[in-house]
């Protein structure tokens, strides 16, 4: 690691701060199990008409006492030579939950998603119920309707578009690609994205992994994930405006990152046919739910180590990346401005090094922009963490500024898009 980067990577770990030491930060204790802290932190850019919310809940453990935590849950040591360089991995803190009953977490949830919500809504200067659509990426969610409920709760009209994504980390990019590109169509040829035009959007992803946590025995899983959620508000064609984008499957058939699917899925699948299945339970209740490789030991989340998810997400990943940037280049020449460029990429943050690889790899090909590392203070945060990532680049941004996000997860899923920044 040279100078720079050992320098982006400690600035973007923030010192030595847990979420809820932040300045911005709102914290206040939830009345369930004898007290769950919940930490909230309201981003907005004036300029843009965007914001959001950032949330964690649980206890905060450092990569010290992380150890401790893991070992009494598993009931026995880490061996020196399980224990992950989180540092070097750009991980700080995660959150993280006592046991809980079934009961004890849906209602955890369910508080934490409304009141998400509401902030969120507020950060954009709307009345919840102004909101016309929630679009929510979830690796496992709490219950099968959660959206709807956590909906209901915030005081969201019934007659607001609710969609639930699961796609594993893409989940909340998967949202928000399904919110903007006009070129994604759901069978029956619904286009989410000419409904959604003009209207007042939350989009984000509200991760649960502690509870998840809690079914795995992968030493590696536990180091690595803990609970998030980041939610933004979009007015698509306004405040946000699609450039060019695209989705992508390659299914991890050797099981690198597997995941149990606690949502409903066919688990049917025909050769060259997508693995996603399409759940329209009526006009305002729509599920997107990815097939995912699952752990043979009957555990919630599994991966073979690392190394293994940069050679999965970095091998896969470039190629979707360098389509879109050579659709993004054309339609720059296209429309007369072949010198305007991407302000900065938000990356989906499964680690640092296989950000930091992309990067590289996307060099060799002549495609540079910047991916600042924005996200230390929870772990992997699986869908949570391109909304967190982009909050927090949020106060740099300017009018017309050009974004690119970049979502990949478990399954193996990806979606790349570009959007403009309204003027």
Request: hydrophobic content about 40%; proline content about 5%; glycine content about 10%.
């Amino acid at each position: 690691m040279n100078m720079n980067e050992q320098k982006e990577k400690r600035s973007g770990e923030r010192g030595t701060l847990s979420f809820f030491q932040r300045p911005s930060v709102r914290q206040e204790i939830i009345p369930i199990a004898g007290g769950i802290p919940l930490g909230i932190e309201i981003v907005s850019n004036p300029e843009l008409a965007v914001g959001g919310a950032i949330a964690a809940w649980g206890e905060s453990y450092d990569n010290v006492r992380l150890k401790d935590f893991i070992e009494n849950r598993l009931g026995e040591m880490l061996g020196a030579d399980e224990q992950m360089n989180l540092v070097e991995l750009g991980f700080v803190h995660r959150h993280h939950l006592p046991f809980l009953s079934e009961q004890e977490h849906l209602k955890l949830e369910l508080e934490v998603g409304a009141r998400l919500l509401k902030e969120a809504a507020l950060a954009n200067g709307w009345d919840i119920s102004e909101v016309q659509a929630v679009l929510i990426g979830m690796t496992g969610p709490v219950s099968y309707n959660y959206v709807d409920q956590i909906c209901s709760l915030a005081g969201i009209p019934d007659s607001a578009l609710k969609v639930s994504v699961h796609k594993a980390c893409d989940g909340s990019v998967g949202s928000l690609n399904l919110a903007l590109n006009p070129d994604l169509t759901l069978p029956g040829q619904r286009n989410i994205a000419q409904e959604l035009v003009g209207k007042k959007v939350l989009i984000g992803g509200i991760e649960g992994l502690s509870r998840l946590m809690a079914n795995s025995h992968d030493k590696s899983a536990l180091q690595l994930f803990g609970n998030g959620a980041g939610i933004i508000g979009v007015i698509p064609g306004e405040t946000f405006k699609f450039l060019v984008g695209k989705n992508s499957e390659v299914f991890d058939t050797q099981g690198v990152l597997a995941v149990r699917m606690n949502y409903p899925h066919s688990r049917n699948t025909i050769s060259g046919q997508s693995r996603v299945d399409v759940i329209e339970e009526d006009e305002t209740h729509i599920r997107i739910a990815g097939l995912m490789p699952e752990p043979e030991d009957g555990g919630s989340i599994s991966m073979t180590g690392p190394i293994g998810m940069v050679k999965l997400f970095v091998r896969n990943g470039v190629p979707v990346v360098k389509d879109v940037y050579q659709s993004y280049r054309n339609l720059m020449e296209k429309l007369g401005m072949p010198e305007k460029s991407i302000a900065v990429a938000i990356v989906h943050h499964a680690n640092y090094k296989i950000n930091k690889l992309k990067a590289k790899h996307l060099k060799k090909l002549g495609i540079q922009f910047p991916i600042p590392w924005l996200v230390s203070e929870f772990g992997n945060v699986s869908a949570a963490s391109n909304m967190i990532a982009f909050l927090r680049q949020l106060p740099s941004l300017k009018p017309g500024d050009h974004v690119l996000f970049d979502g990949f997860g478990a399954g193996t899923y990806y979606d790349v898009l570009a959007v403009s920044l309204g003027e």
